[in-house]
């Protein structure tokens, strides 16, 4: 594991020397800062997880630091150090977030900076691991979309889950491909195995010829030590190939041997390894096209696209952007300790109409966005990027129609809209509506919409009209 960093800011080069020392021994690695403006310059360049700052000094002083890194990097712990040791100084200090402090210039000034910051980046990699273990467990579990096209997909990944085919998973960004790669694993009898993914867009071709497969110590200038590569760490699970098109010429043949044959060797090594590992491949680009010009093995393409899962964009499935929304807001709310009830009837039309370029991914951000800096108990516009509202189809007022929307979503406007007309009274909307009210009724579960009625059959919550 890398080296944990730490920053010492202090205006007194002794203080600051003394403690790059004792922590550079400890096996830190330390930068370090005269005053607060360069150690947030020093912070905006590379992330650090620790800072030890002054509390006095001139210009901003370390309080005032402290705050500005509350905000900027919140994982970053600071722990303050202080030679005037007042009290009320480290107590304000705590309560703006610092996690200790030290005082400096007393005999155990050295040990009790050891011990502090051993403490605090252990704190720090609990805190770290816990949220890593909750959202892993978020992410292989919810798959939001009532929509046909997302049963279809749900269909495509139970008949495919559990067999030992490569699937190739294509669609355009955001659109949850990769949540799909981790679907077909945890529904596959190889779910207690490793996961495994790799960026093949993250590395230059040599870097990903070692992560791939691995090397020898002394394979190459640098090679220290004996590393395993991604097929031998993903044996008995599965093994992702992220935006697999990115992958070079030379390497694309390398990786057809091991889909044929499951066996390489490590970079530097003549022995033959042979793994049990399962190959999911995503892309966002149009892989035959690759194919035809020149860039992607045509023999490559055939053996991973045994399966293909087409994913839809997101503005195919419009219909399912309510079950979304709702989705992302209790998590988001839960997140944040806020208590958001849902959307007012102009955002709703605002997510409805826009086009969503950036698919799922981008809904998602916008609604942690929106839940971040609302102030009600509902959503509205103004909580939403101004581009929403110049997508391509204009929020019409007049008949609501517009080129792009399915027949589904429709409907679904239509029947929330009778239900607004009606007050929210059922009987009275669904005779309107000339369907039953158990039609109706069904229709809302799929929306996700019985919630907004209370008990009495009453509209309310989100879907009422912001002036009501
Ligand atoms: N059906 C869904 N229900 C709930 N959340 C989803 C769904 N699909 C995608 N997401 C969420 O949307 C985000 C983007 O999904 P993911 O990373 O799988 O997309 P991707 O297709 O791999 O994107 P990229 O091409 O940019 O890598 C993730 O946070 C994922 O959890
Ligand atoms: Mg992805």
């Known amino acids: 594991m890398a080296n944990k960093r730490i920053l010492v800011v202090d205006d007194d080069s002794y203080v600051r020397e003394m403690t790059e020392l004792t922590l550079t021994r400890k096996g830190y690695e330390v930068g370090t800062a005269p005053e607060a403006r360069s150690a947030l310059a020093k912070l905006e360049d590379g992330d650090y997880d620790l800072v030890l700052s002054d509390i006095k000094m001139p210009g901003m002083d370390g309080l005032e630091l402290l705050e500005a890194i509350r905000t900027r990097a919140p994982e970053t712990i600071v722990v303050m150090i202080t030679a005037h040791a007042s009290i009320a100084n480290a107590v304000e200090a705590m309560q703006k977030g610092a996690y ?12 009790e900076l050891e011990i502090v910051v051993e403490r605090a980046l252990e704190h720090q990699e609990t805190k770290r691991e816990n949220r890593r273990l909750r959202s892993e467990l ?35 960004s955001g659109t949850g491909k990769e949540l799909v790669a981790r679907a077909l694993h945890y529904d ?60 070079d010429l030379g390497l694309q043949a390398k990786l057809l041997r091991v889909l044929q044959e499951r066996e390489f060797e490590r970079i530097g090594s003549t022995q033959t390894l042979k793994v049990d590992v399962r190959i999911l491949a995503t892309t966002n680009r149009d892989l035959q096209k690759e194919v035809e010009e020149g860039n992607f093995r045509e023999d490559l393409y055939y053996r991973l696209n045994v399966i293909d899962v087409p994913l839809p964009s997101l503005r195919e499935r419009k219909e399912d952007i309510p079950a979304l929304v ?61 581009k929403l509202t110049a997508g391509p189809y ?13 027949v589904a979503e429709m409907e679904r406007r239509l029947i929330m809209k009778t239900l607004e007309a009606c007050q929210g009274n059922r009987t009275e909307a669904a005779t309107k509506l ?35």
């Not at 090679?223 to 993903?234: C, L, S």
């Not at 158990?438 to 912001?466: C, I, Q, S, V």
Request: with cysteine; glycine share 8%; net charge negative.
């Open 188 to 247: 596959s009898a190889r779910r207690n195995g490793p996961f495994i993914r790799l960026n093949c867009a993250a590395l230059p071709k040599d870097l990903m010829e070692c992560e791939l497969f691995g090397h020898e110590k002394g394979a190459f200038t640098g090679a220290i030590k004996q590393t395993r590569g991604r097929f031998e760490m993903a044996d008995g699970g599965t093994l992702l190939l992220d935006e697999i098109s990115e992958i």
């Open 100 to 111: 200790s402090y030290i005082q400096k210039g007393s005999d155990s000034t050295v040990a």
């Open 138 to 172: 978020h992410d292989k579990s919810e798959m939001i979309g009532k929509s046909r096209n997302m049963e279809q997909v749900r269909d495509l990944i139970r008949t495919v889950a559990d067999t030992r085919a490569t699937v190739l998973i294509t669609g355009e």
């Open 434 to 468: 000339a369907i039953s009210t158990r039609t109706l009724r069904n229709k809302l579960h799929e929306y996700g919409a019985m919630d907004a009625f209370k008990e009495n059959g009453k509209f309310a919550g989100e879907l009422l009209p912001e002036s009501a």
């Open 326 to 386: 709702k989705f992302f807001t209790a998590r988001f709310s839960q997140e944040n300790g806020k208590q958001i009830e849902g959307l007012s009837h102009e955002a709703d039309e605002l997510l409805m109409n826009y086009d969503w370029p950036g698919n799922i991914r981008e809904l998602e951000n916008y609604i942690e966005r929106a839940v971040v800096v609302t102030r009600g108990p509902v959503l509205v516009s103004e909580d939403f990027p101004r």
């Open 394 to 406: 204009p929020a019409a007022k007049d008949d609501g129609l517009q080129v792009g929307m399915t």
